[in-house]
Nanobody
Framework: QVQLVESGGGLVQAGGSLRLSCAAS????????MAWFRQAPGKEREFVAAINWSGGDTYYPDSVKGRFTISRDNAKNTVYLQMISLKPEDTAVYYC????????????WGKGTLVTVSS
């Protein structure tokens, strides 16, 4: 079983930056693919970023490419999401997820952290 706890959300002005963290329990963290998703009020959950087990491969949708960077520290069992040039449409609850067999299927989810971007 893996527990994921997100932190770092908050209120930021448009154009600002935030770094989210996701701390994972369990000894197998370094073997999992990790990802971030977000869900805005009234909208479906949206994929934001993914990283493979070693950190050597990442993937982003066009909506955040060039603004968001996912990284991981396997020694600290933590994955990060650095967000810059934030826009009001980035406002959402951000969730961390872990995939045992890769980023195609997420097996574990955190409870989320709220990011609010004011205009």
């Amino acid at each position: 079983q893996v527990q994921l706890v997100e932190s770092g959300g908050g209120l930021v002005q448009a154009g600002g930056s935030l770094r989210l963290s996701c701390a994972a329990s369990g000894r197998s963290f370094s073997s999992y693919a990790m990802a971030w998703f977000r869900q805005a009020p009234g909208k479906e959950r949206e994929f934001v970023a993914a990283i493979n087990w070693s950190g050597g491969d990442t993937y982003y949708p066009d909506s955040v490419k060039g603004r968001f960077t996912i990284s991981r520290d396997n020694a600290k069992n933590t994955v990060y999401l650095q967000m810059i040039s934030l826009k009001p449409e980035d406002t959402a609850v951000y969730y961390c997820a872990a995939g045992v067999t890769g980023w195609g299927t997420m097996d574990y989810w955190g409870k989320g952290t709220l990011v609010t971007v004011s205009s």
